[in-house]
Nanobody, 124 residues
Framework: QVQLVESGGGLVQAGGSLRLSCAASGRTFSNYAMAWFRQAPGKEREFVGGINWSGDTTYYADSVKGRFTISRDNAKNTVYLQMNSLKPEDTGVYYC?????????????????WGQGTQVTVSS
């Protein structure tokens, strides 16, 4: 099993920035593709961005392309989500997820390991 712990959420004004972190433990981090998902109240959990094991391939939802950047540091067992130009519609709980030897794409069913989530609130 791999354990995931998110941090870095908070309250920010529209146009601001936040950086989320997800620390992994328990298994070899570089064996896992990683992704960020988010869930707004009353909505389904949706894909935000993903990254393969080496960090050379990334995927993004259309709604965040050009504003969010996913990256990873395998030496620190950590994946990041840099969020810029935040909008109120980015508000939600952000979850980190891991897919053993996966691609890091938007297929939610492939991710068997999830963190507890961190709240991001963007005020207008």
């Amino acid at each position: 099993q791999v354990q995931l712990v998110e941090s870095g959420g908070g309250l920010v004004q529209a146009g601001g920035s936040l950086r989320l972190s997800c620390a992994a433990s328990g298994r070899t981090f570089s064996n896992y593709a990683m992704a960020w998902f988010r869930q707004a109240p009353g909505k389904e959990r949706e894909f935000v961005g993903g990254i393969n094991w080496s960090g050379d391939t990334t995927y993004y939802a259309d709604s965040v392309k050009g504003r969010f950047t996913i990256s990873r540091d395998n030496a620190k067992n950590t994946v990041y989500l840099q969020m810029n130009s935040l909008k109120p519609e980015d508000t939600g709980v952000y979850y980190c997820a891991a897919d053993f030897r996966g691609l890091g794409n938007q297929d939610k069913k492939k991710y068997r390991h999830w963190g507890q989530g961190t709240q991001v609130t963007v005020s207008s």
